[in-house]
């Protein structure tokens, strides 16, 4: 084999094994001249034409299929994570409790480039989160928002307990802490957090706006960390 033939075996191979990496290119020159036209990796379809309430669906038919151990695990490979790379048009966002056993794409059956999603302990909203959520819905055209609380979050816990903290947990259990009423039970604190985080969310000019507008829906959901059921709260 000479050094042509050579150059484009190797060329011919690292193009097959690599492709992904140059999609985005029109033509790659391979060897000595020779020319291979490549498509372009094209971007994710827009789910913008589907309604609020088919946006909310679509969470709750792909928590369906998760509990009854039937998932699908769309847009889980290499060709979605291709498609994404050139743009995102998530159809939902999630405001959900950093907790490790609570991960939005798994417990909704999605994958890359469906769910907008912002965590921090105790899911509480913040100017942050709100920021976030105004972009998801206004740049990126998600159409609902659901605040997500769970069984047993620790963040919910340590405000019952009202025990001295360190470092800034305090701010997380001062978000939180407006939303005890009484002596509530620990699902009942996180439901009432939930409804909390709800208000502050609802009060963005931006998503008040939206929402009356028909372009997008808001709910609170509470997930059960031994059933995996996502329960909506009114």
Not at 95 to 123: K, P
Not at 197 to 215: C, D, R
Request: net charge positive; with cysteine.
């Amino acid at each position: 084999m000479n050094k042509t033939q050579q150059n484009l075996t190797i060329s011919r191979r690292n193009l097959l094994k690599f492709g992904a990496g140059v999609a985005g290119t029109a033509v790659l020159t391979v060897g000595l001249g020779t020319k291979v036209s490549l498509f372009k990796a094209q971007p994710a379809v827009a789910q913008n034409g589907i309604t609020p309430d088919e946006a909310l669906n679509q969470l709750l038919e792909g928590n369906k299929r998760f509990i009854e151990n039937k998932p699908e695990h769309p847009h889980q490979n290499q060709e979605r994570m291709k498609e994404v790379a050139a743009g995102q048009k998530p159809f939902a966002g999630i405001l959900g409790c950093s907790d490790s056993r609570v991960s939005a794409e798994i417990i909704f059956d999605q994958g890359l480039g469906d769910i907008f999603v912002v965590r921090n302990a105790g899911n509480v909203v913040t100017p942050e989160e709100i920021g976030s959520l105004e972009f998801g819905a206004l740049e990126l055209g998600i159409k609902t928002i659901m605040i997500l609380g769970h069984e047993k979050c620790g963040a919910v816990k340590a405000t019952l307990d009202g025990n001295a903290v360190p470092g800034q947990i305090g701010s997380i259990i001062d978000a939180i802490k407006p939303a005890i009423k009484g002596k509530p039970t620990w699902e009942e604190a996180v439901i009432a957090n939930v409804k909390l985080q709800l208000k502050h969310l609802n009060s963005s000019p931006v998503i008040s706006q939206l929402i009356k507008e028909g372009k997008l829906k808001i709910v609170g959901g509470y997930y059960n960390l031994e059933t995996g059921i996502v329960k909506l709260v009114a």
